[in-house]
């Protein structure tokens, strides 16, 4: 009985763990690794990423892990507006060398993009950049305790604009307009 309460709650706290993070992480701000501090530099790295558009990650491998047999492995994880995280996906990079990219596209609403990479070494060993947390890249309509940002966000709704601006009733004004005309086509026959 004892260790079932106990796997019980280690399941609740694991599954906790991505929101515990996500209260960390500043609205907007990207979250990228120090200079030094992973053994890849970003090439290119779409800024902020778009519901519904490709979005595109592309590290090139420092040469000393390139030339150890180091291999990448990178994962990501996308969290939407409403508080939830998708499972995080091992993603299949595109491979030029010390060149990796990788693609994917965001569904509407979400918060932001998490992303992490796995150096394998040689030996079998491996390390997880950043350890124990993910880089973020934030979409372009977020939502971070209870404040909607970025270049989507609207204010007004309090949450992100879907649609293009458009004249109130123009649709209701060019419908009546055409069964105004259909009427009159109707009467002179």
Not at 26 to 42: H, L
Not at 144 to 159: Q, T
Request: glycine residues 8%; contains cysteine.
């Amino acid at each position: 009985m004892r260790s079932s309460k106990i796997a019980c709650a280690l399941c609740c706290l694991f599954l906790l763990a991505p929101l515990a993070s996500a209260s960390e992480l500043v609205g907007g701000q990207d979250e990228n690794p120090a200079d030094g501090e992973a053994p890849f530099t970003i090439l290119t790295r779409d800024s902020p990423s778009i519901d519904g558009a490709q979005w595109t990650l592309t590290l090139e491998m420092n040469q000393a892990e390139y030339d150890n047999g180091t291999e990448f492995q990178i994962s990501t994880q996308i969290c939407t507006n409403d508080g939830v995280c998708d499972p995080p996906t091992a993603m299949t990079a595109d491979i030029d060398e010390r060149i990796q990219t990788i693609t994917l596209t965001p569904q509407s609403d979400h918060t932001y993009i998490n992303w992490r990479v796995k150096a394998v070494y040689e030996d079998g060993n491996n390390t997880n950049f950043p350890q124990g947390s993910w880089y973020t890249t934030w979409s372009s309509c977020w939502q971070n305790n209870g404040e909607y940002g970025g270049i989507d966000a609207n204010s007004a709704l309090n949450g992100c604009s879907t649609e293009e601006e458009s004249t109130p009733g123009f649709g209701a004004l060019i419908a009546l307009t055409g069964l105004l005309a259909a009427a009159a086509v109707i009467r002179r026959d």
